[in-house]
């Protein structure tokens, strides 16, 4: 990689200056609301899974959503009813997803813990200590999810092909980047660090993929960190092993300030006032 001692300095030094209000932009504050490593394990699902569409958006639907949970996420989810609760639901729609599906991510959460005793033991099934990246726990956690018992949602016909609750559980087994489910393992399983969440044990920080959104994608590229031009499961681990020559332990670390670069410091892909005082404008292919 071009430049690979330089661009290590710089990334680091982008990793150090990560800001509270980069977070406040982010669906992770969320989970930062709750003190109980419980509440913010459930809350980190549910905010991860809904990441998608503009970040106006994505906050609008999560302050609804936990506004009608409660002091307690994981309180709520251990004694939801989707018959007697199915109110909490109603007229919850964000893009693609409905309130049927809202209700089924509550069920499934609930389904989790009681057989677990939490998500991380329910994902640690699926899960090889040794294993070199998450990859195979995905496939096994989002093929399990998918097969819980949903009739109680949706009546005899539980979980049908149709359903759109599959949106939120994509597999890398069928190419998809798993985009908010890698970021959803990136805030439970890196070290709590002000930003991140620290929560799981089973996992490694090596072990995890990068969330590839609309900005690592761009930025990745404009970076050389990959050569590909899908925002796939293979763009994913391109990039992944690209950064982990910079940290081999803990490669998905600066994920957060790279994508905030687009999320909150407006880098768009193209030459523009902000590339005057970007930190990584210096490495970057557009300037």
């Known amino acids: 990689m071009p430049h ?36 913010q394990e459930v809350a980190a699902l549910i905010a ?16 609804r959503i936990f506004s009608s949970m409660g002091d307690s996420p ?84 539980g979980l049908t092909r149709e359903s759109s609750f599959r949106f939120l559980f994509p597999a890398p087994a069928g190419g998809s980047a798993c985009k908010r489910l890698c970021m959803f393992l990136r805030w439970v399983v890196r070290p709590a660090d002000g930003i991140d969440l620290g929560l799981w044990h089973q996992v490694h920080p090596a ?23 899908t925002p796939d499961w293979r763009m994913a681990t391109e990039i992944t092993a690209a950064l982990r020559l910079f940290d081999p332990q803990d490669p998905v670390k600066y994920d957060f300030s790279l994508c905030h670069l687009g999320i909150s410091e407006g880098c768009n892909g193209t030459r523009s006032a902000c590339c005057q005082t970007c930190p990584v404008a210096q490495h970057c292919s557009t300037v």
């Open 74 to 157: 994981t309180g709520f989810v251990d004694d939801f009813d989707p018959k007697k609760q199915r109110q909490l639901c109603s007229g919850f729609k964000h893009r693609f997803n409905n309130e049927n599906d809202l209700a089924a991510l509550f069920w499934a959460i609930r389904l989790m813990r009681q057989q677990c005793g939490s998500i991380e033991g329910f994902f640690s099934q699926f899960h090889k200590a040794d294993a070199v990246t998450v990859e195979q726990g995905l496939n096994g956690f989002c093929s399990a999810v998918l097969g819980l018992d949903y009739q109680p949602v949706f009546g005899k016909s």
């Open 207 to 229: 072990q995890l993929i990068i969330p590839v959104d609309r900005h690592i994608e761009r930025i990745g590229r404009m970076l050389g960190l990959t050569s590909r031009q």
């Open 48 to 63: 991860a899974v809904f990441a998608y569409g503009s970040v106006k958006v994505i906050k609008g639907s999560l302050f």
């Open 4 to 39: 690979h001692r330089s661009l290590h300095t710089t990334l680091d030094q982008l990793y150090a200056s990560r800001s509270q209000q980069h977070l406040a932009n982010d669906p992770l504050s969320f989970c930062h609301r709750y003190h109980d490593p419980a509440d």
